[in-house]
């Protein structure tokens, strides 16, 4: 079943790159993704819809680890990090 991951990251040239890498080497499928760069420019709004028979929670803490991520959150699990 998918599950939507939203994801507040610093704008910089390598960071979307970083986050789609984690998924793809944590077995996660990206189903749909939209990144918005709000009128301040400073961080992205990532929104993922991804897949996966693995548990959730091993894709939010990889991608907590990464500088970029200044918050995520996982909608339908009680999963939310700010960094």
């Known amino acids: 079943m998918p599950k939507q991951l939203t994801l507040s990251v610093d704008n910089n040239s390598d960071a979307l790159e970083r986050v789609l890498r984690v998924v793809r080497h944590r077995g996660f499928a990206v189903r749909r993704m939209e990144a918005t760069l709000p009128e301040t420019g400073e961080r992205m709004e990532v929104l993922l819809e991804i897949d996966s028979p693995r548990p959730s929670w091993h894709l939010v803490s990889q991608l907590a680890?990464?500088?970029?991520?200044?918050?995520?959150a996982l909608?339908?699990?009680a999963v939310s990090v700010s960094l």
């Open 65 to 72: 680890k990464l500088g970029e991520v200044r918050t995520l």
């Open 75 to 77: 909608r339908g699990e």
